[in-house]
């Protein structure tokens, strides 16, 4: 199916990096893209300044108590506002759209994007967490509601873009490619000092920062492998990870015949958001284009993963399958919350993750409320061993 111009889009999570970067796509597209609902979690200023410049029919402020701000803001200019989680599900129910892109970070993002699957909407996928936590369910979920999952991230975005013209070919591996983040070729010794201030300086990319310290740590691409698993339905042994400092080849793809498929530009969100949002047209822009007198030379190398344990520990729960994906999705999102907090230490974090992977009990086939309570769960132990190591230090 092929969707007509002007789009309505829909962002979810419309304050942060990728929901901004969203906005200047549209802004620079005038005709094609129509901004119809806009969501926040706090920054009520931020979300009205964004709403009185681009006119959505709805605005949805998560935090309750700042409702009455939004209201008083924006109802007047006939803009309707609802608050709250119910008030993020609801508007993503609404026939009021034609892509929902889905940009809240965390476990956060699950129901709402979930609502809008419910409804057979297209969705341009950042969240990585929803497909992390519940990912046979949400894909399930798209089949039987004929939705639709367009990939933001830039490594299922490059896999999404190899596969164009190869519907009928099977995959024999796809190789994500991973930065190696501002920690390349440090060891543990560096690493039990770091603090918040060097996590947070990514090289290639800005981000918001819970994503930004999942990459310092390598957690982001140990959720990309079980985000891909999903996405294109493949077996874990199917998933590689390769270290690739310059973020040039956002992924490759190797089919049966041994012949590999990258896509590759310069590292860009706006990029796989433009993307997703004109699939299947590819449109003219003014971003900065590539060249070869920038990029001398472009390397690889394997992951360290005794170092950077984040990752081992993801491949090991990418192979569990189960509730283990969600378990260490919310004890690694209460992991990166106190570390930004400076309660814990960097190598602290996989130690957190570990202990609560060991504590919650395994579910093989869990249902949409075995993963809010093994969510629930993890957060309660990650934040009793978050409390311990605090004592400790
Ligand atoms: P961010 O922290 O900059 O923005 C998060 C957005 O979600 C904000 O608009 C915030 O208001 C909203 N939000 C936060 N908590 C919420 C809650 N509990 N309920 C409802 N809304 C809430 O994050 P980001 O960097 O834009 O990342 C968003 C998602 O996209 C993440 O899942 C991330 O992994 C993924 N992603 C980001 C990038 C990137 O370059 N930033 C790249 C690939 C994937
Ligand atoms: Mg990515």
């Not at 007509?4 to 796509?25: D, N, Y």
């Not at 981000?207 to 985000?227: P, R």
């Amino acid at each position: 199916r092929s969707m007509q111009f002007p789009r309505r889009i829909a962002i979810f999570g419309s304050t942060g990096s990728i929901g901004t970067q969203a906005l200047e796509v549209v802004a620079a597209h005038p005709d094609l893209f129509e901004v119809t609902v806009l969501t926040a979690w706090k920054n009520a200023d931020l979300l009205i300044q964004q709403a009185v410049q681009f006119q959505p029919r709805l605005v949805v402020i998560g935090e309750e108590h700042l409702y009455n701000q939004v209201k008083n803001e924006l109802q007047q200019r006939g803009i309707r506002v609802l608050a709250g989680i119910s008030g993020l599900e609801e508007a993503a129910a609404e026939d009021l759209y034609d892509i929902h892109i889905a940009a809240i970070v965390g476990f956060a993002g699950l129901k709402p994007t979930l609502s809008a699957i419910r409804q057979g909407k297209t969705i341009a996928l950042a969240n990585k967490e929803t497909l992390v936590v519940a990912g046979e369910w949400v894909m399930e979920a798209v089949k039987n509601h004929q939705a639709r999952i367009i990939p933001v991230d830039s490594e299922h975005s490059a896999i999404f873009q190899c596969l164009e013209g190869e519907q009928h070919n099977r995959i024999e591996k796809i190789i994500l490619t991973a930065s190696g983040g501002p920690f390349l070729g440090k060891k543990p010794n560096f690493l039990v000092n770091v603090k918040k201030d060097h996590a947070l300086q990514h090289p290639n990319w800005r981000m918001g920062e819970k994503i930004t310290i999942d990459s310092s740590s390598l957690m982001n691409k140990g959720l990309e492998m079980i985000e891909a698993r999903w996405l294109f339905d493949l077996q874990p042994d199917q998933i590689e990870v390769v270290i690739h400092p310059q973020s040039v080849i956002h992924s490759l793809i190797q089919f049966e015949d041994g012949s590999l498929k990258a896509q590759l530009g310069l590292p860009d969100m706006k990029l796989p958001i433009q993307y997703a949002l004109c699939y299947p047209h590819r449109i003219a822009n003014n971003f900065p284009r590539f060249s070869f007198r920038q990029y001398l030379a472009l390397s690889f190398e394997t992951p360290d993963t005794k170092t950077f344990r984040n990752l081992a520990i993801a491949m090991e729960v990418l192979r569990r399958g189960g509730n283990a994906a969600c378990v260490m999705n919310a004890a690694n999102e209460e992991a990166v919350w106190a570390f930004l907090k400076n309660q814990i230490g960097f190598l602290d974090m996989s130690d957190v993750i570990e202990q609560t992977l060991e504590k919650v009990s395994f579910i093989p086939h869990p249902s949409l409320a075995d993963y809010e309570e093994s969510d629930r769960l993890a957060r309660q132990y990650a934040q009793l061993f978050i409390d311990k190591i605090q004592r400790r230090n």
